[in-house]
Structure formats: C-alpha cells, structure tokens
C-alpha cells in the first residue's frame, strides 16, 4: 500500500513562493500518474497539477499555468510543486495523490487512488 506524506505548506505572503513535497513510502511512484489537488475553505477538492510517472507528461489547471511547476525526483521517489506569484486565492488544503488517471481522466479526482493527509497552504494579502 503507498503511502504519501506532504509537506512545504505553510503561510507566505502574496506573490512570495513555496515549494510542495510528497514523499511515497510502502511503494513507488513508478507507472502511476501523480498530481496536486487542493481544497479551500467551503469548497470542493479541485485539480492543480499532475505527471506522468513514466514519461513526464504535465498537466496543470489553467489557474495555475504559469505560476506553478510539477515535478519529479526518481531516485528520492518525491515529488514536488513550486508554486510562484502566489495568490490569496490559492490558500487551500494542498493534496498528493496517485492513481492510473489516464489522459481523460487526469483531472478527476475518482481516478486516483492513493491520497496524502495534505498540507495547509495561507496566503496573507
């Protein structure tokens, strides 16, 4: 069972940056599609980035294009999300998660199976 740790979240102010963190144990990231979701206050959990495991294909939100940078480390089985030019709008609950999202389904949080705790990302303006 893979298990995801995040971490990186804190507070920051308006346009500072931060940089993610999700840690795989129990398992690797090898073959899945691995990808940042967020939950601010009131709402629904909602799509922020992911990657392809193998291949290193990228998708992001269109909010986000831009200002945020997914990616991968192999060897520490890690990934991460830099995230510039940070708005109070992106003050959320920030979430790793794993799954075979395939291309169609990438942004849809049913395909992925595996979820970290998350890790609180405040954004003072």
């Known amino acids: 069972q893979v298990q995801l740790v995040e971490s990186g979240g804190g507070l920051v102010q308006a346009g500072g940056s931060l940089r993610l963190s999700c840690a795989a144990s129990g398992g690797t990231f090898g073959g899945y599609t691995v990808g940042w979701f967020h939950q601010a206050p009131g709402k629904e959990r909602e799509f922020v980035a992911a990657i392809r495991w193998c291949g290193g294909t990228t998708v992001y939100e269109d909010s986000v294009k831009g200002r945020c940078t997914i990616s991968r480390d192999n060897a520490k089985n890690t990934l991460y999300l830099q995230m510039n030019s940070l708005k109070a709008e992106d003050t959320a609950v920030y979430y790793c998660?794993?799954?075979?999202?395939?291309?169609?389904?990438?942004?849809?949080?049913?395909?992925?199976?595996?979820w970290g705790q998350g890790t609180q990302v405040t954004v003072s303006s």
């Open positions: 998660a794993a799954g075979n999202a395939i291309m169609s389904t990438i942004k849809t949080e049913s395909a992925y199976k595996h």
